[in-house]
């Protein structure tokens, strides 16, 4: 899904006013014409600063008039440059060094003293007085929401302007405007709009959002971008230790953690809306860590934080983003309450963090207001579902519009909706996003119907041999009420042709109530993970790898009928039932053989045929979706937690059914973000099945013969290695996000990132089961002597795009055909 986020916004960028009274931008330098990082610029009478970055680069704007600029770092003399012009650019800023003086704060090479440091007295008594927020200190809360949120196409120059793939649009190039943060030019590229109500019950720990408004312009009807702006709606408190973004943890500078990380400087005290209050400074102490810079403004009583902004540093290991600002402002009410009013948002996505590379602001403005406590509702209001898309919620009148928004759109925000819908006419412009559509989805769009998945065409099995597929999808809009998919394959060993098709049909958008039927007959490696579903159109990548380890012959062909309904009665909560039937039998039975003898007669069988009933129970606390239609997309894909119980029944006797048993399966996977410890995700899974069933029937554990690092597999075990009818699996992978090699000097550079895993697994084969398989002649072992465990160790982030691990068996040596070692990798895009 993050694959499917980026790659479209990579595209643009490969292809791709209100002015303030000042701008100001330029270096600051020592006397030896070297860099000055993080030095404190102020304009002159205001608070209206910046701080330069770790090339002393910066870059200042206000809608008022100031005649100077007051720069000042530790260990040099502050110095105020006047101002001629609006515009002042590409200014050096020369600044002496000074001798330190016994009252100042102690300094080496940039960094400060944690000791006789005024500022770390002030940021002691801010964890003294630790806030919440204020929204938590009553029992229930509600206030109104407004959210703006724009992508940009950015640095805007005459190579852009010019080049032929924007021939017949030079139009949209008229109105650019530059960053009031980065002072680069910018066009707009998408805007949307939304008020909410929010609603909140601390006793209750529930929150409800009913969004009553939303306009938008540029992208509208493409799902995958709305996707990607919803994943910026990270929520996070900056009082917090480690604030979250793009699956990342940033160190806060307000976290007791931050004076090993950051170097604070005092360097102002003035009125900010009639509160006396102290401005700090924070920088870095290290590259390469996952860290901002900045200032912050606290009140000089209460210690709450009046004002902040946080800037990523430009050294940070995170990819795809060259830079990441926040604003946020607070209203104190008083000594215990504080309460949000403005949040900004503001990332640069860019292939490079080059000065001048090309990219994308991604914005979010978010304000709040009108807030009330203690207003009670029943219970019931939390629980009940809304209708996810309300037609009048998303075409309001211009008149709603000005009287909800609390901040006016300027002139380039309401230029954005012609233009865009102007830009969208454009033929050149449609092919260029049409491009990006392709890579993103997959998919070819057609009128009504789409060509895909793309990526799936090629395939390869020792059974098959190449194999070639083609697929499509009925697609009129993302929010379709009902969808068919299908697909045919062709073999060319095998001579065999085998195809899938499935639709469902979402009855009722408030519960979410789906019906599905579908059958396919393909073949399939069935041996690659324990908790399986009955998918139509579900086919593993072991099934078709192109280069795999051993023998991957023990192939099975199936042909799977299934019906099934869902409903979701509360938010991430979904239950299933389906009912299937399928039969089994080897794709070759020369190579691979699922013979069993059958219970009742003592015949020997060759084929089994299984009719079942089972019932799924799935929550995913945490999953933020998008969408309204039979699909939805995932925004935060990977970063929520699963839990799925199946409880099936096999039944005899019904349509030839062979065989009655109860399986019981239940997974648990959990993401777990460590701090500045980097990322540990986690999952078991457990499962029995009650009554002797055959090899096709049992619980194999997944080996993993291809090439590549996947998830819940075991890297080092061969297919059907260990099959068991009761097991227990768990699986660890930690991801330090370059915490270690952030600190090796040659090593920095390349913001590498270690991965360490470990895994194991259990199991049993009742003599039942094991006897009723004989006649296959397969070897059948279960991990019952002892748990079978291997570890990995990892480096991802390869060039941005790639991971490499290398795999240690930790026992069972002596099994046929053991692997002892291993390397597998992924490619794949993350931040």
């Known amino acids: 899904m993050l694959f499917r986020k980026l790659v479209i916004f990579l595209t643009l960028i490969t292809g791709f ?54 720069v000042s770092f530790i260990g040099f003399e502050t110095k105020t440059v006047p101002l001629t012009q609006k515009a002042t650019y590409k200014l050096d800023i020369i600044l002496e060094e000074q001798a330190n003086s016994l009252d100042e704060v102690v300094i080496y090479k940039g960094k400060t003293s944690k000791k006789n440091n005024p500022a770390i007295d002030i940021l002691e008594k801010i964890w003294k007085y630790r806030r919440e927020n204020g929204v938590k200190k009553f029992k229930q809360y509600t206030y109104d929401k407004y959210e703006k949120l724009e992508f940009d196409l950015n640095t805007i120059d005459s190579s852009l302007i010019n080049s032929p793939i924007f021939n017949g649009m030079e139009f949209i190039f008229k109105d650019i405007d530059t960053s009031r943060i980065t002072g680069k030019t910018y066009l707009p590229i998408f805007l949307n709009e939304a008020i909410s109500k929010v609603y909140g019950d601390n006793e209750l720990n529930e929150e409800k959002e009913i969004l009553q408004g939303n306009k938008n312009a ?83 009583t209460t210690w709450a934080i009046k004002e902040i902004n946080l800037e990523v540093s430009k050294s940070a290991n995170i990819n795809w983003v060259k830079d990441l600002y926040i604003e946020q402002e607070f209203e104190v009410l008083n000594d215990s309450v504080f309460l949000i009013t403005k949040d900004y948002f503001q990332s640069d996505f860019a292939l490079n963090k080059k000065e001048k590379s090309r990219g994308i602001y991604g914005k979010r403005t978010t304000l709040y207001d009108h807030y009330q406590f203690d207003r009670k509702k029943d219970p019931k209001f939390y629980r ?44 050149a412009f449609k092919r260029l996003y049409n491009v990006g559509t392709v890579l993103a989805s997959g998919y070819i769009e057609f009128d009504g119907w789409d060509y895909g998945p793309l990526f799936s065409t090629f395939g390869y099995n020792d059974i098959e041999g190449i194999r070639l597929r083609a697929g499509g999808r009925t697609y009129f809009t993302p929010n379709d009420q009902w969808r068919i998919e299908g697909y045919g394959a062709y073999g060319f060993r095998d001579d065999q042709f085998k195809y899938g098709i499935s639709g469902k049909w979402l009855l009722d958008r408030k519960s979410r109530l789906t019906v599905s039927a579908g059958n396919r007959r393909d073949v399939e490696q069935l041996g690659a993970s324990l908790t399986n579903t009955n998918d139509v159109q579900g086919r593993s990548l072991a099934s078709s790898a192109v280069i795999t380890i051993g023998d991957n012959t023990r192939l099975t062909s199936i042909n799977l009928s299934a019906f099934s309904m869902q409903i979701e009665p509360r938010r991430n909560f979904i239950i299933g039932v389906t009912g299937s039937y399928r039969t089994l039998k080897p794709a070759d039975r020369n190579l691979f053989s699922l013979d069993f003898i059958d219970p009742e007669t003592g015949e020997l069988r060759q084929e089994i045929k299984q009719a079942e009933i089972a019932t799924q129970l799935s929550y995913f606390p945490g999953r933020k979706t998008t969408g309204y239609g039979v699909d939805r997309l995932i925004v935060n894909d990977g970063d929520y937690a699963q839990l799925f119980l199946n409880y099936g029944v096999g039944l005899d006797h019904i349509l030839g059914s062979d065989f009655e048993y109860e399986k019981l399966q239940f997974l648990y996977r959990q993401p777990w973000n460590i701090g500045g410890f980097g990322r540990l995700t986690s999952s078991v899974e457990i499962g029995k099945t009650f009554g002797e069933v055959p090899l096709g029937l049992l619980s194999v554990v997944p080996g993993n013969q291809t090439l590549f690092s996947i998830y819940n597999t075991f890297p080092l075990l061969n297919f059907y290695e260990f099959v068991t009818d009761t097991y227990v699996s768990t699986h660890l992978e930690h991801n330090f996000n370059g915490r270690i090699f952030s600190r090796i000097p040659f090593l920095r550079k390349l913001n590498l990132r270690e991965l360490v895993g470990l895994r194991g697994v259990w199991g049993e084969l009742s003599e039942e089961s094991l006897l009723l398989s004989e006649p296959s002649n397969e070897v059948l072992l279960a991990p019952d002597d002892q748990v079978y465990w291997s570890y990995s160790l990892g480096v991802g982030n390869i060039f941005k795009i790639f991971r490499i691990d290398f795999h240690f068996r930790g026992n069972y040596f002596d099994n046929p055909d053991a692997r002892k070692f291993g390397v597998t990798g992924a490619f794949g895009f993350s931040f």
């Open 384 to 427: 009940s579902q809304i209708d996810p898309y309300n037609k009048d919620v998303y075409n309001r009148e211009d008149s709603f519009w000005q009287e909800a928004r609390m901040e006016n759109l300027n002139k380039d925000e309401q230029k954005v909706y012609t233009l865009l819908d102007t830009l969208k006419t454009v033929k």
């Open 17 to 70: 006013q209100i002015l303030a009274q000042t701008k100001v931008s330029g270096r600051v330098l020592d006397s030896q014409k070297n860099p000055v990082p993080f030095a404190n610029l102020v304009l002159a009478n205001s608070t209206i600063g910046t701080i330069s970055d770790e090339n002393g680069t910066f870059y200042l704007e206000s809608d008022k008039n100031h005649d100077a600029v007051t």
């Open 218 to 300: 540029g992208f509208s009807n493409n799902q995958t971008l709305i996707a990607f702006i919803k994943d910026l709606y990270s929520d996070y408190d900056i009082y917090e230790n480690y604030l979250q973004f793009f699956d990342k943890s940033f160190t806060s500078p307000l976290s007791k953690t931050g004076v090993s990380i950051y170097n604070y400087v005092l360097t102002d005290s003035a009125y900010v809306d009639n509160k006396y209050c102290y401005n700090i400074t924070y920088y870095p102490r290290r590259k390469n860590e996952l860290t901002f810079k900045g200032d912050f403004w606290v009140n000089d």
